[in-house]
């Protein structure tokens, strides 16, 4: 048979869980801090996209997904934000584990597996060998003084790493 369908996490419902995470004991912590959101809408965006759809089910192998699979090769960020991740990761664990009525024993392993994970993460964004190919043409278009935000000159280094003109 055919796995099930993933359901469809709207911008406004990815925005309603991070004002929900900002508005808990969990989130209020992080409720001005915006590195501490992005990296909430990031864990939303990877459960919604990438695993089944279901932002608040966090396990120990999805944490694992997340720090050693998906954030070092997809996310274009200084270390700085990286470094955020055992910090903030437990909070929103702790957040949706307690919105899904998980048992307490159950989010505390989960939440373990941030501080298993941060070292090996922390080391993965070190090498761009590992950075995905979107990774690697953002890093050389920031590097080169390209931002994703004005398309003419975006456009132009598109044209000039398609011609091998560009440096990576």
Known sequence: G?????PELSTEDRDALVQAFRASDDG???ATDQDALDLVSLAIDFCADYVDGRPLR???????????GWLPPKVLADRSLFERVPDVLPAWIRH???????????????????????????AAIEGEESFSPAK?????????????????ELERFV??????RASA
Do not use: C, H
């Not at 055919?2 to 993933?6: F, S, T």
């Not at 966090?58 to 050693?68: I, Q, Y």
């Open 96 to 122: 949706a584990g307690r919105v899904r009525g998980i048992p307490a024993d159950a989010i505390e392993a989960t939440v373990a597996a941030v501080g298993d994970l941060t070292e090996s993460m922390l």
């Open 28 to 30: 209020k912590p992080f």
């Open 58 to 68: 966090w396990s120990p192998v999805v944490v694992e997904l997340f720090m050693a």
């Open 136 to 152: 690697q043409f953002m890093a050389a278009a920031t590097e080169a003084g390209v931002g994703p935000s004005d398309p003419g």
């Open 2 to 6: 055919e796995p099930p369908a993933r």
């Open 159 to 164: 044209s000039d790493w398609n011609a091998g």
